[in-house]
């Protein structure tokens, strides 16, 4: 019997998990594989048993990888993924470990990207499989203190100002420095934990509440596309397999 896609889940936190994201990869019949860094031991079996990986928020950064045994560990997997040219998809502390694991430097932001902003994805975009599901011009949400330089040979695929927010290393592993995972639901648990940044850093808890009530519905469509087109690379990764 021939088994089920496989994709191996990187979770940092208990407050930042799949989210939007969890239903278009069971629609596509995919076996998610959750690995929780802080409260399981790493996945044994050989990377090349799983057709895709989705790394995801985490507390901790790149710069604090000596303070954490699981981020080696992780890093491991992403270079192994690399070369075997497995679908890999990071979101913001995966996009800067993946920066960071392509040869890249990861370093602390000015102002740190914290609630809804607007981002610039560049014309190339739209040619991509999976980053022309995120649109042109989205309102995304972020919550970020670091950030990284463009790896050698990477192809960038939006920006706000300075900071890369999309890219691509090789032919199948992508990366977004913002939450394209998150709902509103994980949005407002965030804004009670999280209060006193939202209100430093990002205009105040009623004015990102106020945001998410706008943005909400078209970021969720935007993150099922998103997953959706994630889920055809592992398809088409597990059928090659």
Same mark, same amino acid.
């Given at each position: 019997?021939?088994?089920?896609?496989?994709?191996?889940?990187?979770?940092?936190?208990?407050?930042?998990?799949?989210?939007?994201?969890?239903?278009?990869?069971?629609?596509?019949?995919?076996?998610?594989?959750?690995?929780?860094?802080?409260?399981?031991?790493?996945?044994?079996?050989?990377?090349?048993?799983?057709?895709?990986?989705?790394?995801?928020?985490?507390?901790?950064?790149?710069?604090?990888?000596?303070?954490?045994?699981?981020?080696?560990?992780?890093?491991?997997?992403?270079?192994?993924?690399?070369?075997?040219?497995?679908?890999?998809?990071?979101?913001?502390?995966?996009?800067?470990?993946?920066?960071?694991?392509?040869?890249?430097?990861?370093?602390?932001?000015?102002?740190?990207?914290?609630?809804?902003?607007?981002?610039?994805?560049?014309?190339?975009?739209?040619?991509?499989?999976?980053?022309?599901?995120?649109?042109?011009?989205?309102?995304?949400?972020?919550?970020?203190?670091?950030?990284?330089?463009?790896?050698?040979?990477?192809?960038?695929?939006?920006?706000?100002?300075?900071?890369?927010? %999309?890219?691509?290393?090789?032919?199948? =592993?992508?990366?977004?420095? #913002?939450?394209? @995972? *998150?709902?509103?639901? +994980?949005?407002? !648990?965030?804004?009670?934990?999280?209060?006193?940044?939202?209100?430093?850093?990002?205009?105040?808890?009623?004015?990102?509440?106020?945001?998410?009530?706008?943005?909400?519905? %078209?970021?969720?469509?935007?993150?099922? =596309?998103?997953?959706?087109? #994630?889920?055809? @690379? *592992?398809?088409?990764? +597990?059928?090659? !397999?």
């Amino acid at each position: 019997m021939t088994r089920a896609p496989r994709i191996l889940v990187i979770q940092h936190n208990l407050d930042d998990h799949l989210n939007e994201l969890a239903v278009p990869l069971m629609n596509a019949g995919i076996d998610v594989v959750p690995w929780d860094v802080e409260n399981a031991p790493a996945p044994t079996e050989p990377i090349e048993n799983f057709d895709g990986i989705i790394s995801l928020g985490a507390i901790a950064g790149v710069l604090e990888e000596a303070n954490h045994a699981w981020m080696p560990v992780e890093r491991k997997m992403f270079e192994q993924a690399l070369e075997l040219e497995l679908p890999l998809l990071g979101i913001c502390f995966g996009s800067q470990l993946l920066a960071s694991a392509a040869g890249a430097q990861v370093f602390k932001v000015e102002t740190p990207e914290v609630g809804w902003t607007k981002v610039d994805m560049l014309p190339n975009a739209a040619n991509d499989p999976v980053m022309a599901a995120i649109g042109s011009n989205p309102d995304v949400f972020h919550f970020h203190y670091d950030s990284f330089d463009l790896p050698e040979g990477a192809e960038l695929f939006g920006i706000t100002g300075d900071i890369k927010q %999309a890219f691509k290393v090789g032919p199948k =592993a992508w990366a977004v420095q #913002f939450h394209i @995972e *998150v709902g509103p639901a +994980a949005m407002f !648990s965030w804004f009670a934990t999280y209060g006193r940044e939202f209100e430093k850093l990002a205009g105040g808890v009623e004015h990102q509440k106020a945001l998410t009530v706008a943005n909400w519905d %078209a970021y969720r469509q935007r993150s099922i =596309a998103v997953g959706e087109a #994630f889920a055809a @690379e *592992v398809l088409a990764q +597990a059928a090659r !397999s």
